[in-house]
């Protein structure tokens, strides 16, 4: 079957105001929320904005961020339809940085019988009022070590010197 088993996102522009003023309902994945969380107006021509400042959308910007990784499932329900995704934001600015969830949320990215893994990174590539920082991975098994191994040795690394 025509299955995802990796995806990396880097989200950038919020939806255009058309799907707020319709009341339009967003769906990613078993994901739904308001349309009206995060669009807004304005637009790039060429290179110019043409909006409200944009460092007034920094929110939106998040939220949209959270909405599409709560969207992405990494869990195949149709393989297991038994199974319940465990929720819960794993981000990461530098260091670690876990919800409230983090020894839960530990115990189940290291259980080999996960079915999948998520994360949110945040990387400062956009400055002088750039915002759009965060991206978005997600993997079903098998998982690719070289994108997960390396990462997890730096956060064991980074509890030993704490």
Request: net charge positive; aromatic share 10%.
């Amino acid at each position: 079957p025509n299955v995802v088993n990796f995806i990396a996102l880097k989200p950038c522009c919020l939806p255009p105001m058309i799907y707020a003023q319709r009341n339009d309902t967003f769906a990613i994945g078993r994901h739904t929320f308001d349309a009206k969380e995060v669009c807004s107006p304005g637009k790039f021509v060429g290179k110019t904005w043409h909006g409200p400042p944009r460092w007034n959308l920094e929110g939106k910007f998040n939220v949209w961020t959270d909405h599409l990784y709560q969207g992405i499932d990494v869990i195949d329900f149709k393989q297991q339809p038994n199974v319940r995704e465990e929720t819960g934001i794993v981000q990461n600015k530098g260091n670690s940085i876990l919800n409230q969830n983090e020894k839960h949320l530990q115990a189940l990215m290291s259980n080999v019988n996960v079915p999948g893994r998520k994360e949110k990174r945040y990387a400062e590539i956009q400055v002088d009022g750039g915002y759009q920082n965060t991206y978005i991975f997600a993997q079903r098994k098998p998982f690719t070590k070289t994108i997960w191994t390396a990462k997890d040795m730096k956060s064991q690394e980074e509890k030993k010197s704490a």
